[in-house]
């Protein structure tokens, strides 16, 4: 029996593209978000939900 002594070349992982885009869509989403100001809007509506339950506000 021959044994092959060559080392077999193998191809390179093929790279999908469509989650590389998805990411870096959803990323420039978060950051518009967090440039005009949403993160702040959120937890004043938070807070207010929060003191409405216990009764304060």
């Not at 191809?11 to 989650?19: A, Y």
């Not at 420039?28 to 009764?55: D, F, K």
Request: hydrophobic residues 40%; charged residues 15%; proline residues 9%.
């Amino acid at each position: 029996m021959k044994e092959d002594t060559e080392p077999k070349q193998t191809s390179p992982p093929t790279l999908h593209k469509t989650p590389l885009y998805l990411g870096l869509f959803f990323m420039a989403l978060l950051l518009t978000g967090i440039a005009i100001g949403e993160p702040n809007r959120v937890m004043e509506q938070a807070w207010q939900i929060c003191l409405s339950c216990i009764g304060i506000g």
